[in-house]
């Protein structure tokens, strides 16, 4: 039989099958990689004792905090301890991992940091994976080449016991960025173009594939910043084709294969790119060339505009109304100079190296404006390291901004770090939803560039004027 | 999970777009290890001022919203994060099924394995429910119908899903008797790439 070219889907998505699904029935599908935290998987591991049942893989388990443990040092320097309600979920995470024989990354271990960052980070994401993660924002792994997505607890649970899931296989949708884009414009202003294109709902049912010169040229690590968006207009998965760069970007890494398997298993990469001619269920074409640093104006990501727009008239639009009047900002107004209270860089959309060394750019003798409150939280360990030994954490105290114990942080807010009601942020996470960030807060959605510079300014601004 | 045929109840309607789940449980109410007393944080932030005071004009503290186990809600319902805490919030709520034009792919998993019944209708069907709160609709789950005064429309919902539904099971059962299949792959897919 003639062979019909294949997706990277495809391809990642045969390779797992336990079972093909069929009218009646989902597929089951493999999982190479199990990353967990201490938010959502409690309840998957009272699950597991309630059936008295192990862990299948506890060694394709892999555990860390990030979500729920404060990001302040003490006088000491080390972390705070969570307290409370936070205390007992970490406990209840170290606990399991140790009954259940899963290795734990642990705040003061070294490998800590954001799931998501850390990943990648280790060399355990890898292209031609399958890779899951109670986060709906385990798409971030597919900048590798993996087929990455998020999962429920109810699932969390069926990987543990079987390291399996029941699933119907996404719909494919390419996103061919052209061109190449202008001095200022970030991964983080691609994917946010994207969504603002085809909306926050407009990939529901589908892996998306990045493409093209644009994402070709990105960094490893801008990949992932698009990836990891990838939830927010609806798909569950996000992937790019594997090449040099995702090659460069794992040799060396502290798990990857070394020696003779590193070699097999490039050869094995070589082969995952989507072919010429396979078939995308959609398609969609993004130009590149004429687009702008994006920011957003109102409580869905998709609500996103080009830095020097005005917010958009809701036209008799209801969502767009009450998310007008939740941001309490007036249309057909620019939003660049509106005052803000707080500029959040970190998360796992950007807070590794390349995202700092972009704030450090433009904070680099600056100071944050006053009355300005800027987190600057690193992603992991590693990059907290790695930065430190880059001078940039001095960059950013000195500009007046608070450099943090890695973690999630302001991103969501179940930490200390929040937003006061009525508050304005410019923040580089993923989320603008209402009191996403702190009960009553108001986030603007931007690039690492567009928030350092926002904190120098103490509103809204434009980063290209402070990089020229 | 309970095996569930039907469901008759009005509704209370939510007419609001994109509703994520940071909406439907904010994150503070995650903190916890446990799956029960999430309903005190449902909408908790819609429903509830600063002070903590019922809201009085949000749709689920009006007269007549409570009791009911219909959610009638804007397109693209649960959208963001991957909370299953979510579904589990709402049902603690009361609910028993949430009807939309669309759901968002991981909310709606969620709620499948947990007999939260996700109704995906028409925009007419739609509309006009979201025109009267407080219709008295009959959900067929073995039919997947919705109906209310001389309207029926079938909802769509897999096989499987509507099996475990009906009888009250869940994947996990499904998946461990697919164990010897599973320990084969393993064995074809070779030893684990890495060591931790
Ligand atoms: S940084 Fe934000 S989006 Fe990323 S895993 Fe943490 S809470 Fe989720």
Known sequence: MGERPRTLLDKVWDAHLVSAETEETPGVLYIDLHLIHEVTSPQAFAELRRRGLPVRRPERTVATMDHAIPTRSGP?????????????QVGALERNCADFGIPLFATGDARQGIVHVIGPELGLSRPGLTVVCGDSHTST?????????GIGTSEVGHVLATQCLLQRKPKSFAVEFEGTPPAGVTAKDLILALIARIGTGGATGHALEYRGPAIRALSMEGRMTVCNMSIEAGARAGLVGPDDTTYNYLAGRELSPEGEAWDRAVERWQALPSEDGAFFDRVERIDTTTLEPMITWGTSPGMGMPIRGAVPEPDGDASHEKALAYMGLTPGKPLLGQ??????????????????????????GRKVADGILALVVPGSEKVKKEAEAEGLDRVFREAGAEWREPGCSMCLAMNDDRLQPGQYAVSTSNRNFEGRQGQGGRTFLASPFTAAASAVKGAVADARELLS | MKPLREIRSRTV???????????IIPARFLITTSREGLGEGLFADWRYDAQGRPRPDFALNRDGASGAQV???????????SREHAVWALQEGGFLAVVSTDFADIFRGNALKNGLVPVVVDEATHARLVESPGTEVVIDIDASTIAFGSRRSSFPLEPFARYCMLNGLD???FLLQRAKEI????????????KV
Do not use: Y
Not at chain 1, 76 to 88: H, Q
Not at chain 1, 141 to 149: D, P
Not at chain 1, 349 to 355: A, E, K, L, P, V
């Open chain 1, 76 to 88: 000491s320097g080390r972390r705070v301890p969570p307290t409370g309600p936070a205390a007992e």
């Open chain 1, 141 to 149: 792994h597919g900048a590798l080449g993996a087929l990455a997505f």
């Open chain 1, 339 to 364: 005052k803000i209270d707080v500029v959040f860089i970190g998360s796992c959309t950007n807070s590794r190296m390349s995202d700092l060394r972009d704030a450090a750019r433009v904070l680099q």
């Open chain 2, 13 to 23: 309607v939510l007419p609001a777009e994109n509703v994520d789940t940071d909406q």
């Open chain 2, 71 to 81: 959610l009638v809600a804007g397109r693209n319902f649960g959208c963001g994060s």
């Open chain 2, 171 to 173: 994947d996990l059962g």
């Open chain 2, 183 to 194: 320990a084969i792959f393993e064995e074809g897919a070779g030893p684990v790439p890495w």
